[in-house]
């Protein structure tokens, strides 16, 4: 079952988040301030993001954490998957598919985008295996940072 993050399940996407960002399917670690901030604006408003947990057997399995912005090149709203963790023991469940066609079944947007590190290549192939395909992008980033 997939359905919207809620208060109740603070402590829970707050340890996973942190477990994914010490996994390899990132690139480096984040300030452990900016997942509560993130876990704050999903409990503030989806104007920007929305979170979802991913159950399986009536249990927490994992967390997906959705990103918004427009596109002129896509014509419209642009979804971005920013995160998807399944906890280890409910890996190769199918969990991470299932998420992924409830996604394309439910949003209006224009274009779902994601990105990922390329040794993740399980997650890739899960991706195309759901019709995503690859951008041969570069993409840069400046990060203001915190006083």
Not at 6 to 35: C, G, M, Q, W
Not at 60 to 77: D, I, N, P, V
């Amino acid at each position: 079952m997939i359905r919207k993050i809620t208060e109740n399940d603070r402590e829970f996407y707050i340890n996973s988040a942190l477990e994914f960002y010490a996994s390899e399917a990132v690139d480096h670690k984040i300030p452990d301030s900016y997942i509560e901030k993130t876990f704050d604006e999903l409990m503030r408003s989806d104007v920007y993001a929305e979170g979802y947990i991913i159950e399986h057997d009536g249990q927490r399995a994992g967390y997906a954490l959705l990103a918004k912005t427009f596109s002129q090149e896509a014509g419209g709203m642009v979804m971005w998957l920013e995160e998807i963790f399944i906890l280890p023991e409910f890996r190769c469940c199918g969990l991470g598919g299932e998420f992924l066609r409830f996604l394309k079944e439910n949003t209006t947007a224009a274009r779902l985008r994601l990105e990922l590190c390329p040794s993740n290549i399980k997650a890739c192939d899960v991706y195309k295996r759901h019709g995503f395909e690859v951008l041969n992008y570069n993409q840069m980033i400046f990060d203001k940072k915190e006083p």
